[in-house]
Each structure stands twice: as structure tokens, then as C-alpha cells.
């Protein structure tokens, strides 16, 4: 399922970070604690768990000025708009999440993302699209996929043209399928197949590699390497679902992996 909420502010020009993402899932947080702050807790911390993994399954978009409007972007890693009224959308297939979601805004309708406050205007559910097992979708946030050996602090980033990038991108599915269902996945996967637009690489010039900070200037502030880029995927439809609900690849609750349907294709 999938919310669009509008938030108005007064100024007449809104300036945020442009590493926002941790700003956002901050904010969403804040309204489903002010729902259940036993269920804000256990979805923060714990998550829905998978043996040692723990899973949100929520993701969000970025924060868009209205009527198709840009943001300005400044050399001091802010962005501006004049634009009165922004919306974002966060998708999950739990109801207990969206349920929570819903009344923490009924129960306030004044928000804040990082020192800016905003009046939730509108709470709209979008219709969700016919899903098939061939499709074509926009990232509207980075997908993040990563391997990392016992040996290594730090995670391997991968991208579309590594040997595992498939694999482990579909592993993932899968983990996320078990967490929300209770049981692992038992269709065939022998078809799975991404593939990113090579024309809008070649109109990026081959840049199709996002790095974002979470957390900027903080002691705990990491660096996340993702790509943003039309793809197709053939898989199930059960599993693509799943990532078009969730999000793709990793870090899903911190704003990455989340797309929509092309509806040009």
C-alpha cells in the first residue's frame, strides 16, 4: 500500500540538506509513535525478523516540491524551493504499519522534518498498479545492494554489471518474502533477469552511480553507494511485488530502493 502526504509551510522559501533521507525516515517514526510508541519502538529496533536479519519493509520517496517543480540546489549541500506545498510518498504491505501511519497524522497533523515544520494537507492512498513478471520501472531513490566477507568492516557496494549483483538483489527478495509471509519463497527463480536502460546510460554519460551521507555531520554518519536508473526486471510476480511494496536491494527504510511503474513501457 502506498500514502502521498502534502505538507504546506508558510515561508517563502523552504531550505533542507540535500542528505534528507534520515530526516524523512526520522519523520516517519515520529508520526507512527505518536500512533503507538510501543510499536514506533519495536519497528525501530527490531523490525520484522528473519532468523539474524531484521526487515522494516516500508521505504519512502524523496521529498517533491508540487506541480513539478525542482529543487534549487546550493554549493553548501542545501537545496531550496519556493514551492508552498511538498509531498512524499512512503509504501509498505504491512496494514499495521499504514494503520499506525494514518492515526499518528489524525492525532497530529503538525510535522517536522530536521528544524522545518509543516501541515499535513492531504493523506492520499494511491491505487496500486497491475503487476505482471516482466517489468519496467524508475528508481525514484538509489538501489543499494552490498556484499561484505566476514574479514571486512566495511560492505562491498555492487552495481548492475557485477557478477552478483542478480543473486544477491534476489536473495533479498526472498528474505523479504519469508519476513512478511513466514515462509520462504517456493516458486522458480530461474528466469530472474535485471537489466538497467542502457539508453539512459548512455544519455547520463555512464553516471548512474548515486553516493548519499545518512546522518551528515554526525559521529555515526555513513556513506551509501546506490545506482538510480530505469531497469526491467523479470521475476515472479509475487517477489517483484514485494519489491515494489518494500523497495529493492537494501536499506530500504532509510529512503533507498523505492520505484514506480514506467508507464511509457
Not at 523552504?14 to 510499536?39: A, D, G, H, Q
Not at 552495481?159 to 516458486?187: C, M
Request: charged share 25%; glycine share 6%; hydrophobic share 35%.
Amino acid at each position: 500500500m502506498r500514502i502521498t502526504l502534502e505538507l504546506s509551510h508558510r515561508k517563502r522559501s523552504m531550505t533542507l540538506p540535500i542528505n534528507n533521507s534520515y530526516l524523512l525516515s526520522s519523520l516517519i517514526y515520529n508520526i507512527v509513535e505518536k500512533s503507538s510508541s510501543e510499536y514506533a519502538e519495536r519497528l525501530h529496533e527490531q523490525g520484522y525478523r528473519l532468523q539474524n536479519r531484521a526487515f522494516k519493509l516500508f521505504t519512502f520517496s524523496p521529498l517533491y516540491p508540487s506541480n513539478h517543480r525542482k529543487w534549487v540546489l546550493h554549493d553548501n549541500w542545501t537545496m531550496s524551493t519556493g514551492s508552498r506545498l511538498l509531498h512524499f510518498t512512503i509504501s509498505s504491505p504491512k496494514e499495521e504499519f499504514v494503520e499506525h501511519l494514518v492515526l499518528g497524522l489524525l492525532h497530529e497533523p503538525i510535522v517536522s522534518i530536521g528544524k522545518e515544520r509543516f501541515r499535513v494537507e492531504t493523506v492520499r492512498k494511491l491505487d496500486h498498479p497491475e503487476m505482471s513478471d516482466d517489468m519496467r520501472f524508475i528508481m525514484l531513490s538509489p538501489l543499494v545492494c552490498s556484499a561484505k566477507q566476514d574479514h571486512e568492516h566495511n560492505p562491498q557496494y555492487l552495481f548492475p554489471d557485477d557478477t552478483d549483483f542478480e543473486r544477491i538483489v534476489l536473495e533479498n527478495l526472498r528474505r523479504k518474502y519469508q519476513a512478511l509471509h513466514g515462509r520462504e519463497y517456493a516458486g522458480d527463480t530461474s528466469g530472474f533477469a535485471f537489466s538497467i536502460d542502457p539508453g539512459y546510460v548512455e544519455k547520463m554519460g555512464g553516471r548512474v552511480q548515486k553516493l548519499i551521507t545518512i546522518k551528515e555531520g554526525r559521529s555515526d554518519e555513513i556513506k551509501v553507494k546506490g545506482t538510480l536508473a530505469p531497469f526491467c526486471l523479470r521475476a515472479p510476480k509475487e517477489l517483484i511485488e514485494i519489491g515494489y511494496e518494500c523497495g529493492f536491494g537494501e536499506k530500504n527504510s532509510q529512503g533507498f530502493g523505492m520505484v514506480k511503474v514506467d508507464m511509457h513501457a
